[in-house]
Structures are given as structure tokens and as C-alpha cells.
């Protein structure tokens, strides 16, 4: 195993003087010294063992959690969270095709990625303290901002949560939410009947069926679910209140922090390319004649991207190529380009008035 | 001389087993602590917590159904303690009436009528050969799509039938009161049957004893200035008062003893299968009702060869009550099941999880053990 500080950020010290750039190679090289075994690109363990298994093992869900994590008739999956996934696989393997989707409940997905049965979770999945510190898990940079909300049949003319007093609220099992809901309707001193259901299968006919009176789930899984799965969405209100705002990341085992890296700067690299425009359709051409360093530096036209994470310096290109942009996900996934038209709100970049922003890329 | 040497031979022998026994003995305690040290010292490394400390926290969620009072303030011991409890309510009287319904069953399948003969057939092989999930699953779609609250089904007003459950009328007792009278009536028919009182008069008396019990209990001990009967009325989005036994719980019930009673139904079809010709056509010489035949002679002589297979059909409806999280019953399954996510102390609560149903399953084999060998003939 590599030792954690033969990691050193020495490339992020430009600007902080020239002493500290000395401190960070002597301790470099002293780390060097002592651990021979290992490289300056400090490859991460997690990412030779995906090497040397050639494919990419990321986390489905046990139906469609439609819009991040969906399968279709074909057993094909698509979503955002699988598309992420893929960009991360052709950043690594440098073929989307090489992810492998295991389906996963919402229960299994921790201890699978505990047992290795998959390499990351990217699965709606919110950072959370306890997660954080008892889990043994580590977060990405959060890509998405959803909270949870309260979807609830029009027949029973409420437009907050206070008039559900006495009824029966639906959730899935094993999720945030389940806390997040109970939570809030003990401090607004509501009394409700909570049902959790294992399959969103299940969940969706039991409030489908009036046997729940309100389903309590992520926003945008309910406004997914209101636009495309319901026959009549008028017939169904979702609720003002706002009960959270998480955070969703990719979750990784703790201990690998060269793997960390690798998630954050796939994440990051995608949201940079959005923002200076490079797509799928014009990868090609910027990295033919990047107009600018960041450009050349993110597609690899000037090396340096990929020594850092000790994979190749194209992989970046690569990605795009193949998944397209930040932007180009979502808007294939939620947005204009998918059947739920989701305004990005939060989910835009910081410069287009939401809150994704990507770490400098130097 | 040659004495001696065979008594040698046994003494040695001896020896030989018992070495061989202790060391087996150690070698598996020193497998399951390594195991276990294994287990902690991994998961330390891996930088998860272990151990039974986020027993004494708060929840934080809820669940659908349990017997006694819960909040999102309950400590995960008493969370679990409540889906051991659902589950073992479930998995009782699922065992009681597919008992019951079993033997009624296995009763027609021996029939000697063609046509309740095949009727029984028909059910065995439906409710049989069908997974118990999936008879659940499609009980429960069909439960759920009954009118909704609003538009319940009523019955004088009293009894009301709807998607949220079945909600009938009930005495207007405080829960531990409840639970005192029904323990007594428990008490009652244990001491009734332990002092052989025939089947038929013993129910009657039980009977009537019930009922009285209850009539003066609900009288004298309702809670200050309530009525003698609570009955449900819909108030907002549900319905208040009487009693309510949920869809979730009835769709449970009904699908595990189904399931289970055409499984029993074979084990008593065998049994009576076993009882000799001659012993029945005994009883016809003499004269013996139908009826009499087989209360006397078939099933008193069935039972020796029913109660052992019987047995392992409750250990299996017992545990068939983790299905429970397919349809959103909080059974022990569901709850462990959760709480391994919201806490992620995996190993513990599947311990915890196995060691409770080891607990149930084995005392139900002990039990059975007990009844088999208080049937057993003496000269047999």
C-alpha cells in the first residue's frame, strides 16, 4: 500500500513562495527515499486494481431511479450518476464502455463498496457525518444540490405539511430522507404514519394506490417522477416545504487518497470544460488549437494533467469525447435533452447563478 | 488376561475420542475468535466503528407498524426490540392459523369425496408452488387499490374497510390492561388443555370466560370518563379510536398463511396417509361415525408421524416473516435491515438479526421436541 504522504501537492504552491515548494520536494524526496517502491505520479491503490482488472465496477440500483440511475427494457443504464461513471471509467480505462453497472439497493451500497463488490458509489448519494466518520467513507466534491421535499395527491387540497396531520407518509427504505422526514414532521408537530419500502417499484404503486397519503423523496426525483410517471400530474401537489438541502458526492473508501483525487478532478474537469466550452462535438478541434493554456493544459495538449494522477495525460480528452461536458450530461439526463426538463437552478455553474465550481486547475 | 486387554482397548479408545473431541473444540473457538478479531481489526483499519454502543441512540426515523408506542426518539434497542416483537406477532398466529387451516386442509386432501378432494388439491398446488414473495407482493397491490380512507367501506358505522386496513371497534382499555387480560385468557387455555379437558367443552368454557373477563375489565377499569366501546371515526386523514390492523399486517397474515397451511396441509395429508387401513376399517366395523373415525382413530394416530415435520413448517413460517420489507411491514428484518444503513454497524445487527431468530427457531424445536415425546405411544 502507498503511504499517504508520498502524496505531496507540490504543484499547488506557486503561489505561496518559494520555500514551501523546497519543504515540498525534501519531503518528496525523503518520502522517496524511504518508500523506493513507489513513483512522483503516486498512482493510486484503487486505481491499479481497476487497471489490472480492465473494467470499472460503479453502483446501479436495484429498478430505475429515473433520471440518475435508470435501466431500461434493454438492461441498458443511463442517468446522470451512470454517465459520471462513465466519465470517470474513460478517465481511467479510457473507454466508457468498461464501466460495469452492479445494481445495488440503497441498503447494500455501502457495505458493497466496504467489500470491494464495487470500486465507488455515485448514486444520489448525500455526505453526511456519519457516513464521513463511522462508515469509513470519503466525499467527492459535491455534484448536485437536491433536497428533500413532499409530494402529496391533489384530492386532499394541502399545500404544506401541516395538513397532513394523521396521515400516512410513504418513503424508501434505508435513505436519508426517512430520517430527514421524520425529523422535520416531529419539529413541526406533525403526527404521521411513516411506511418505508426496499423497492421503488413498490413505493411508487403504494402512494399510486392512495395507501400513502404523501411520498417524501429527493426533489428532483419527485418532479422526475410527477412529469413523466403519473397519467394526470395535476393530480398531485408537491408540497412548499423544503425539509433539506444535501450535498450529493461520490462516495469512496477511506484510506485511498490518490482514488479521492481521481473522483474530484474527473468532476472537476467535466465542470471546467463546460465552462470554457468544450463539448463532445468540439473536442477535437480545441485540442487541434486550444485557445488558451487551461484549455491545452485540461485536454492535454501540454502534459502535466495526468503524471499528477499517474494515468495518462489524454484522459481528460478522452472523457469528453466520449460523455461530453458537465452541462452535456445533465441536460441529456434531466434537462432539455431528456423527458423531465429540469431547470439546472443550483445544479448550474457558479458563473450561471448556481453553486458548481470546480477547484483551480494550475 | 483377555479381559483385561478389551477393557484396555475401550479405555484407550475412550481417550482417543475425547482428545479428538477437545481438540476439535478448541480449533473451532479459536476459528470463531479469530474471526471475530479478524473482523474488529479490519474494520478498524478501514476506519469503521464497531461495536453494540449505537444501541443506546436515537433512531431518528420511523416505521410503519408496532404493537406498543414508538417515536423517532427510541433508542435502537428498543427499535429492534419492537420488530422482534412485530415479528414474533406476525409469526405466531401466521403458525396458529396455518395450523388450523392446515389441518383442515390435509383433512380434504385424504377425503374420500372426489370433489372437496380436488379442491384441496387445487389449493395445495397453487399456494404451494407460488413464492411466498410473490403471493405477498400481489396480495398487497390488491389491498392497496380498496377505496381509500374517505371512501371506506362501512359496516353500521362500526366496522370500516378501506386501503389503510380493516378498522373495527374495540374495548376501551389502556395497553397494558389489554396485554394483562389477553396473557390471563393465554394463562387460562394452557392451564385448561394441561388438565385434559375435552376439546370441545374446554373452548366453551374458555369462551365464556373471555367474554365475561373482558365485559368486566372494560367496565370496570376504562379510563376516566371514556365510553365502554371505542369505535373509529374518521378524523382528517385518518381514522381515530377502535381498533386498526393495518394493510401492511393483513396482507402479511394472509399470505404467509396461505402459504404456510398448503405446506402443513401435506405433512397432515401424509400423517392420516399413515394411519393402517385396518385400524379405520376397525372403527367402520364397529359402527364409528365418519367423524369419530377420524377424531378418535385417525387423527390421534396421525399426530405421532404430523408432529416432527410440523415442526420444521413453524420454524419456516417464522422465518418466512422477513418479507416483511418487500411490502413495508416493520418486521425484525426491516428494522435490522434499516438500521444497518442509517447506522452502518452491519456485522452487529446481522448478529443480532441471526441470534434473535436462533432464539426463536430453536425454542420452537425445543417445544416440539417436548410435544414428540409426550405423543410418542409408551409401548411403541
Redesign the interface.
Given at each position: 500500500m502507498l503511504h499517504v504522504n508520498t502524496y505531496v501537492p507540490i504543484y499547488r504552491t506557486n503561489k505561496e513562495g518559494i520555500m514551501k515548494s523546497l519543504i515540498a520536494i525534501g519531503a518528496t524526496v525523503a518520502a522517496l527515499t524511504t518508500l523506493s517502491a513507489t513513483t512522483a505520479s503516486a498512482q493510486s491503490a484503487t486505481v491499479t486494481q481497476i487497471m489490472e482488472r480492465g473494467t470499472m465496477l460503479c453502483s446501479g440500483h436495484n429498478g430505475s431511479y429515473f433520471g440518475f440511475v435508470e435501466v431500461n427494457d434493454k438492461n441498458e443504464w443511463k442517468g446522470l450518476d451512470i454517465d459520471l461513471c462513465r466519465a470517470l471509467t474513460t478517465a481511467i480505462l479510457g473507454d466508457p464502455e468498461k464501466a460495469q453497472i452492479v445494481p445495488l439497493s440503497?441498503?447494500q451500497r455501502?457495505?458493497a463498496l466496504?467489500s470491494g463488490d464495487v470500486d465507488v458509489i455515485i448514486k444520489a448519494t448525500g455526505w453526511t457525518m456519519?457516513?464521513d466518520?463511522?462508515?469509513?467513507l470519503q466525499f467527492s466534491l459535491p455534484y448536485f444540490f437536491g433536497g428533500t421535499q413532499i409530494m402529496a395527491h391533489g384530492d386532499?387540497g394541502i399545500t404544506d405539511a401541516t395538513g397532513?396531520?394523521?396521515?400516512?407518509v410513504?418513503v424508501e427504505?434505508?435513505?436519508t430522507i426517512?430520517?430527514i422526514?421524520?425529523?422535520y414532521l416531529?419539529t413541526i408537530g406533525v403526527t404521521?404514519?411513516?411506511?418505508?419500502?426496499?423497492?421503488a417499484a413498490?413505493l411508487r404503486?403504494?402512494y399510486l394506490?392512495?395507501?400513502c397519503?404523501a411520498f417524501a423523496a429527493w426533489g428532483p426525483f419527485l418532479a422526475v417522477l410527477r412529469a413523466t410517471e403519473i397519467d394526470n400530474p395535476d393530480a398531485h401537489v408537491i408540497l412548499n416545504d423544503q425539509l433539506s438541502s444535501e450535498p450529493i458526492a461520490a462516495a469512496m473508501?477511506?484510506?485511498d487518497d490518490g482514488f479521492v483525487d481521481m473522483v474530484n478532478w474527473t468532476i472537476a474537469s467535466l465542470l471546467i470544460a463546460e465552462e470554457e466550452g468544450i463539448t463532445s462535438a468540439n473536442v477535437d478541434e480545441m485540442v487541434a488549437n486550444p485557445p488558451n493554456p487551461r484549455v491545452a493544459r485540461l485536454l492535454g495538449v501540454e502534459p502535466g494533467m495526468g503524471e499528477r494522477l499517474g494515468i495518462r495525460d489524454t484522459w481528460a480528452r478522452e472523457m469528453i469525447a466520449a460523455v461530453g461536458n458537465f452541462g452535456e450530461i445533465y441536460d441529456r439526463n434531466l434537462g432539455e435533452g431528456s423527458p423531465y426538463k429540469l431547470e439546472r437552478g443550483l445544479n448550474n455553474l457558479w458563473s450561471h447563478g448556481g453553486v458548481l465550481y470546480a477547484p483551480i486547475l494550475d | 488376561m483377555d479381559m483385561t486387554t478389551t477393557e484396555d482397548l475401550r479405555a484407550r479408545s475412550r481417550r482417543r475420542k475425547l482428545i479428538i473431541q477437545t481438540l476439535l473444540l478448541a480449533v473451532t473457538v479459536i476459528a470463531i475468535l479469530g474471526a471475530v478479531r479478524s473482523a474488529q481489526q479490519n474494520l478498524a483499519a478501514l476506519g469503521i466503528t464497531s461495536g453494540f454502543g449505537f444501541l443506546d441512540r436515537a433512531t431518528g426515523w420511523d416505521y410503519s407498524f408496532s404493537l406498543v408506542e414508538r417515536s423517532i426518539d427510541d433508542p435502537y434497542w428498543r427499535t429492534l426490540l419492537v420488530g422482534f416483537g412485530n415479528t414474533l406477532f406476525v409469526g405466531f398466529v401466521s403458525i396458529f392459523l396455518s395450523t388450523i387451516l392446515g389441518l383442515i386442509i390435509g383433512t380434504a386432501r385424504d377425503s374420500a369425496h372426489p370433489a372437496i378432494n380436488a379442491a384441496a388439491t387445487v389449493y395445495v398446488q397453487i399456494f404451494r408452488n407460488i413464492p411466498l414473495i410473490l403471493q405477498a407482493v400481489f396480495l398487497y397491490s390488491v389491498l392497496i387499490h380498496f377505496p381509500g380512507p374517505r371512501q371506506a367501506v362501512t359496516i353500521a358505522d362500526a366496522v370500516f374497510v378501506s386501503n389503510r386496513g380493516l378498522m373495527m371497534p374495540g374495548l376501551n382499555l389502556s395497553l397494558g390492561v389489554a396485554l394483562g387480560l389477553l396473557l390471563t385468557l393465554l394463562a387460562l387455555a394452557v392451564a385448561l388443555i394441561l388438565r385434559k379437558v375435552p376439546l370441545l367443552r374446554g373452548f366453551g368454557i374458555w369462551l365464556a370466560t373471555s367474554v365475561l373477563l373482558c365485559a368486566v375489565t372494560a367496565v370496570v377499569l376504562r379510563p376516566e370518563g371514556g365510553t365502554i366501546l371505542s369505535i373509529p371515526e374518521l378524523k382528517g386523514l385518518r381514522f381515530v379510536g377502535g381498533i386498526t390492523v393495518p394493510v401492511e399486517l393483513v396482507a402479511m397474515i394472509t399470505s404467509i398463511t396461505l402459504y404456510g397451511s398448503a405446506y402443513i396441509a401435506e405433512v397432515v395429508r401424509g400423517g392420516l396417509n399413515q394411519v393402517p387401513r385396518g385400524l379405520t376399517e376397525a372403527g367402520q366395523a364397529l359402527g364409528l361415525s365418519p367423524g369419530a373415525i377420524w377424531g378418535r382413530i385417525k387423527v390421534p394416530m396421525a399426530l405421532r408421524s404430523i408432529v416432527p415435520p410440523l415442526g420444521n413448517q413453524w420454524i419456516f413460517i417464522m422465518k418466512a416473516t422477513t418479507i416483511g420489507i418487500a411490502i413495508g411491514y416493520s418486521d425484525l428484518f426491516y428494522i435490522v435491515s434499516n438500521s444497518i444503513t442509517q447506522s452502518g454497524q452491519t456485522l452487529e445487527l446481522i448478529f443480532l438479526l441471526m441470534a434473535a431468530f436462533l432464539l426463536v427457531n430453536f425454542s420452537i424445536a425445543l417445544f416440539v421436541n417436548w410435544l414428540n415425546a409426550r405423543l410418542q405411544l409408551k409401548a411403541h
Open positions: 440503497w441498503a455501502f457495505p466496504q456519519g457516513r466518520t463511522e462508515l469509513g386532499l397532513l396531520e394523521g396521515g400516512t410513504c427504505a434505508g435513505t426517512e430520517r422526514v421524520a425529523n416531529q404521521t404514519n411513516n411506511i418505508s419500502y426496499e423497492s413498490e404503486s403504494a394506490a392512495n395507501r397519503d473508501r477511506q484510506g | -
